[in-house]
């Protein structure tokens, strides 16, 4: 097939089969895409995102919302059925942000794990400690133990008490190294 036959052949943008020589032809009259005569007829119109000749769908007035299939749902705090287009449930009046159906654990809020919150006051217990100049170097020690032995659930505590436990035993170290050198000075002057 030579460059010249490629381009006078056109596939059709509803079917996308290819527009034979002899089969009729209807081309948008905005946009220019080209159709089989027969798609063009049953679609009614373009089929081109964005033509202004782009055929509009609309769901029917009386059809009912649907969820995958289902018309109602249940509430999850007074497992009343409501309909699934409900988005405030007529008998408890709570309000829901779409009307996906949900489960009262969905609409809780979700409880910290202990565990996690008690790492989260260590980090900054550790922080305040490293920041009272006479009470850093034991921090130092206690913190980098206390590291060391829970790494693994202070990684699950997340990023920024990792971080708040790194600046505090690097606060330590740095109040050392003061402490260190203005000993060392002390001694030097006199």
């Known amino acids: 097939m030579n460059i010249a036959e490629q381009q006078s052949v056109a596939t059709c943008q509803i ?9 009729s032809v209807q081309h948008c009259s905005s946009c220019q895409s080209p159709y ?16 202004p000749n782009m055929v509009e769908s609309k769901k029917a007035e009386d059809e ?6 289902a018309t109602e749902k249940k509430c999850p705090l007074c497992a009343e059925t ?23 654990e969905d609409l809780l809020p979700k409880k910290e794990d202990p565990a996690l919150a008690a790492y989260r006051k260590g980090a900054i217990w550790l922080f305040v400690f490293s920041l009272i100049g006479c009470t850093s170097p034991i921090a ?39 402490m260190g050198f203005a000993i060392l000075l002390w001694n030097v002057v006199e």
Not at 36 to 51: F, M, N, P, R, V
Not at 64 to 69: D, F, K, L
């Open 82 to 104: 409501i309909p699934i287009s409900e988005k405030v449930c007529p008998y408890c009046k709570k309000s829901f942000d779409d009307i996906r159906p949900m489960t009262r």
């Open 140 to 178: 130092l020690i206690a913190g980098s133990i206390w590291y060391k032995n829970n790494r693994d659930d202070i990684e699950r505590a997340g990023a920024t008490t990792k971080a708040l436990i790194f600046i505090a035993l690097g606060i330590c170290v740095l109040y050392i190294v003061v």
């Open 15 to 23: 079917c996308f089969w290819l527009i034979k020589a002899d089969q």
């Open 64 to 69: 009912p919302a649907t969820y995958w299939g």
């Open 36 to 51: 089989h005569q027969e798609c063009w007829d049953w679609l009614g119109g373009c089929a081109t995102y964005g033509c």
